[in-house]
């Protein structure tokens, strides 16, 4: 998850994250569930490169590059293939900072732009389509995207509370949807995703610990733009449960993993994520890693 608090000025964190998706079903309207369409399938494999920087005390620099693999079938017509996904880069800043004597916690906003890479470079996706629910942020295949949102987190001896919301505007853009035979102007809902979770490190020593994490995702029926979705359905909910256990490998290399199941959802397909994440920390303050 990403989280309220910032690195230290001059200190450098880069995290790799591993997620693979398995289509399972799809949510009716109402959220029911019921098989794919006959000769449907989709997996993704996602390889998301997460960067930190600390900037000044309250601000850090963040660039999310990544690849994405896709396997699937609709229709007829197979998408195979490997290539760079769209590119999410921004700032974060830290308005306020906890206090360990009180229950204010730290409150922090990002602002990050999305570039359509996979437009750029051709790279195969389902047009529109989204990446898995466990990413942040999520936003649509193939278009400009604007987010920002709020991070809340608070360290409540043994617990780690967090708390994080996004909100995105995705670009209206040009393009042929699936099932559709001619070029339009598309204009893709709102979209909200919201996190809580809750960490406890069980052995200060090793890091060995537990997250359990709910996550949601909302297509929302209108835009900021006030211009009405052009695709149907012009809203869906996804809503994930995920638990995930951590442990340092040294006193810089960091590891976790863990498995988004399904909890609800309408409108879209249900998926099961696995994923894990290795994470190192470069730099540090008088000779020193400032824990967080």
Do not use: C
């Amino acid at each position: 998850m990403p989280i309220a608090d910032t690195l230290p000025e001059g200190e450098l964190n880069g995290r790799m994250f591993f997620y693979s998706r398995f289509t399972e079903a799809q949510y009716t309207a109402s959220g029911g569930i019921q098989g794919l369409p006959s000769g449907f399938y989709q997996t993704q494999l996602l390889l998301l490169g997460a960067v930190y920087y600390g900037l000044t005390t309250n601000d850090e620099l963040v660039l999310l590059p990544s690849m994405i693999s896709t396997f699937s079938s609709s229709n007829g017509q197979n998408l195979y293939g490997t290539g760079l996904n769209d590119f999410t880069f921004g700032i974060k800043h830290r308005w306020v900072i906890q206090d360990p004597n009180s229950w204010r916690p730290s409150v922090a906003t990002p602002f990050l732009i999305t570039l359509p890479t996979t437009t750029w470079l051709g790279t195969p996706v389902p047009k529109g389509g989204l990446p898995p629910l466990s990413v942040v942020p999520s936003t649509h295949f193939g278009s400009y995207a604007l987010t920002t949102g709020l991070f809340i987190r608070k360290n409540v001896k043994p617990f780690r509370l967090y708390s994080d919301f996004f909100y995105t505007f995705n670009v209206p853009t040009n393009g042929v949807l699936p099932g559709k035979t001619a070029e339009q102007q598309i204009q893709y809902g709102d979209l909200a995703q919201y996190r809580f979770g809750v960490e406890d490190v069980f052995n200060d020593e090793t890091g060995f610990g537990a997250i359990l994490e709910f996550v949601g995702l909302s297509g929302l029926p209108f835009s900021i733009d006030g211009i009405g979705p052009s695709v149907t359905p012009t809203n869906f909910n996804l809503m994930g449960l995920q638990p995930t256990i951590e442990y340092n490998l040294t006193t810089r290399l960091m590891f976790s993993a863990g498995v988004l199941l399904p909890v609800f959802g309408n409108n879209e397909y249900m998926a099961v994520i696995p994923n894990f994440s290795l994470w190192y920390y470069w730099g540090a303050v008088n000779g020193k890693l400032m824990p967080r």
